[in-house]
């Protein structure tokens, strides 16, 4: 691919959440958002939690286990992986809205005995045509270059991604660089690019709110993301979602990032 513009110091602005939307807590029983705090969230328990009981959505999503995230790697394989993107995803318009209810799904094309076990990652209007043909969502909305389950493992392991790939931003001196950066957390190659054309749109599109927030929590105390992950919301994320199709709150996962239950998809994996 062509060579890429070095990424400054100011590339630390990485690792922001890359989805659309941020919104305040309502003020009802809806106001405790959806999320696993952590020391950098700036939310407590009271504020935060990894469950949702807003108006008919009761949901809590199981803890996925070691073996269990790891089996995503090692127990299967995509039959045609993503290619490389070839091109800034950031210089083409966002791709439109999914229509409600589309879904990513996991459809097994080999023997239930192969190590690892192919599949093939397929878009489904709704979550019963999906189940109709055997296949398991792993997602809502389109599939892209990170819904595979080898990269849906890094999202399970890592409660907080801002944290790495933030160091991967400041750490790497290239586009490249921060690739294989990124690449050594887990990710897959063209889901590792996604994930740094986001961090270098970001910093030229966010730089002033962004330095300002460089010491702040994620959240200031009403809920609300700070002014740095609010604008990488804003002006990167719907380029993200469209091109890497799987986010945490699509994919029903918890995260030091908090969001509002109605913003989040419940939804269980089990392959």
Same mark, same amino acid.
């Given at each position: 691919?062509?060579?890429?513009? $070095?990424?400054? %110091?100011?590339? %630390? %602005?990485?690792?922001?959440?890359?989805?659309?939307?941020?919104?305040?807590?309502?003020?009802?029983? *809806?106001?405790?958002?959806?999320?696993? &705090? !952590?020391?950098?969230?700036?939310?407590?328990?009271?504020?935060? =939690?990894?469950?949702?009981?807003?108006?008919?959505?009761?949901? #809590?999503?199981?803890? @996925?286990?070691?073996?269990?995230?790891?089996?995503?790697? #090692?127990?299967?394989?995509? +039959? !045609?992986?993503?290619?490389?993107?070839?091109?800034?995803? @950031?210089?083409?318009?966002?791709?439109?809205?999914?229509?409600?209810?589309?879904? *990513?799904?996991?459809?097994?094309?080999?023997?239930?005995?192969?190590?690892?076990?192919?599949? =093939? %990652?397929?878009?489904?209007? #709704?979550?019963?045509?999906?189940?109709?043909?055997?296949?398991?969502?792993?997602?809502?909305?389109?599939?892209?270059?990170?819904?595979?389950?080898? /990269?849906?493992?890094?999202?399970?392991?890592?409660?907080?991604?801002?944290?790495?790939?933030?160091?991967?931003?400041?750490?790497?001196?290239?586009?490249?660089?921060?690739? $294989?950066?990124?690449?050594?957390?887990?990710?897959?190659?063209? *889901?590792?690019?996604?994930?740094?054309? /986001?961090?270098?749109?970001?910093?030229?599109?966010?730089?002033?709110? *962004?330095?300002?927030?460089?010491?702040?929590?994620?959240?200031?105390?009403?809920?609300?993301?700070?002014?740095?992950?609010?604008?990488?919301?804003?002006?990167?994320?719907?380029?993200?979602?469209?091109?890497?199709?799987?986010?945490? =709150?699509?994919?029903?996962?918890? /995260?030091?990032?908090?969001?509002?239950?109605? +913003?989040?998809? &419940?939804?269980?994996?089990?392959?």
């Amino acid at each position: 691919m062509p060579r890429r513009p $070095a990424l400054p %110091l100011l590339a %630390l %602005l990485a690792g922001l959440a890359a989805c659309a939307g941020s919104s305040p807590a309502q003020p009802d029983g *809806c106001a405790v958002l959806f999320g696993r &705090p !952590s020391a950098q969230t700036g939310l407590g328990d009271a504020q935060c =939690r990894p469950s949702c009981a807003c108006g008919a959505t009761v949901w #809590t999503p199981p803890a @996925y286990g070691a073996a269990f995230v790891d089996s995503l790697v #090692t127990a299967w394989a995509p +039959e !045609s992986p993503f290619p490389p993107l070839s091109a800034d995803p @950031y210089a083409s318009p966002a791709p439109p809205d999914d229509p409600p209810g589309t879904v *990513c799904a996991v459809l097994p094309t080999g023997p239930a005995g192969a190590a690892p076990r192919p599949y =093939r %990652l397929d878009t489904w209007p #709704t979550e019963a045509a999906a189940r109709a043909a055997g296949a398991r969502p792993t997602h809502f909305g389109r599939c892209g270059v990170c819904s595979t389950l080898a /990269n849906l493992a890094v999202y399970m392991r890592e409660n907080d991604l801002t944290a790495p790939v933030r160091a991967c931003g400041l750490s790497s001196a290239t586009f490249e660089a921060n690739v $294989a950066c990124l690449q050594g957390l887990g990710f897959d190659l063209p *889901c590792a690019q996604v994930w740094a054309y /986001n961090t270098a749109h970001t910093r030229s599109a966010c730089l002033a709110p *962004c330095l300002a927030a460089l010491d702040q929590p994620y959240h200031l105390p009403d809920g609300r993301l700070n002014d740095c992950l609010r604008c990488d919301e804003e002006r990167s994320g719907a380029v993200f979602k469209g091109v890497a199709g799987r986010t945490r =709150r699509n994919s029903g996962l918890p /995260n030091a990032l908090c969001r509002p239950c109605a +913003e989040v998809q &419940p939804l269980v994996h089990d392959y």
